[in-house]
T-cell receptor, first 111, second 113 residues
Framework: DADVTQTPRNRITKTGKRIMLECSQTKGHDRMYWYRQDPGLGLQLIYYSFDVKDINKGEISDGYSVSRQAQAKFSLSLESAIPNQTALYFC??????????FGPGTRLTVL | GENVEQHPSTLSVQEGDSAVIKCTYSDSASNYFPWYKQELGKRPQLIIDIRSNVGEKKDQRIAVTLNKTAKHFSLHITETQPEDSAVYFCAASSSGSARQLTFGSGTQLTVLP
């Protein structure tokens, strides 16, 4: 869906580096989410935000932090990347009906 | 919290046959059950969803059924085509104001020509 964008699309980094993944949306949704996808494990929720002043931890938030800079922007940070954070990361948005729309994903490799 | 189990993890069918993927959930207060299709290298896309006030919903070749008593829901694809080959994820919405989705682990569907 072109209305949810993520940058970068691919990133290779080294252990210990700080990384920021960014998500922007033009759908006008209040709710935004960050998921991690590993092969065979489906999508796991890292953090979610229901408005600019609301940030909530998901099931796998350890090692991650987020910032909701505006209604349309939600960033995910890895303060000190480690190899087991190598994964595909998706941002998603939804309205009150909870129909979630995903961004194109960011493939992160930590060496 | 909510727990969603999805079966089978892989499914191969002949073109034209039907495919069924099943999910169970643990939170009896869950009331929203979407299904997503993810093609290789692409983002998950919502293909159909059902809310707890109905038992079945259909959209062309795709249907979803919900049994709230047994806490399970299923995706049915009829007259499968090669372009149906993808990973399918079910999900359930947890109760309360949080309403985040909990996803199943996915089913790799392969439609053989």
């Amino acid at each position: 869906d072109a209305d949810v964008t993520q940058t970068p699309r691919n990133r290779i980094t080294k252990t210990g580096k700080r990384i920021m993944l960014e998500c922007s949306q033009t759908k006008g949704h209040d709710r935004m989410y960050w998921y991690r996808q590993d092969p065979g494990l489906g999508l796991q929720l890292i953090y979610y935000s229901f408005d600019v002043k609301d940030i909530n931890k998901g099931e796998i938030s350890d090692g991650y932090s987020v910032s909701r800079q505006a209604q349309a922007k939600f960033s995910l940070s890895l303060e000190s990347a480690i190899p087991n954070q190598t994964a595909l990361y998706f941002c998603a948005t939804s309205d009150y009906r909870n129909e979630q729309f995903f961004g194109p994903g960011t493939r992160l490799t930590v060496l | 919290g909510e727990n969603v189990e999805q079966h089978p993890s892989t499914l191969s069918v002949q073109e034209g046959d039907s495919a069924v993927i099943k999910c169970t959930y643990s939170d009896s207060a869950s009331n929203y059950f979407p299904w997503y299709k993810q093609e290789l290298g692409k983002r998950p896309q919502l293909i159909i969803d059902i809310r707890s006030n109905v038992g079945e919903k259909k959209d062309q070749r795709i249907a979803v059924t919900l049994n709230k008593t047994a806490k399970h829901f299923s995706l049915h694809i009829t007259e499968t085509q090669p372009e149906d080959s993808a990973v399918y994820f079910c999900a359930a919405s947890s109760s309360g104001s949080a309403r985040q989705l909990t996803f199943g682990s996915g089913t790799q569907l392969t439609v053989l020509p």
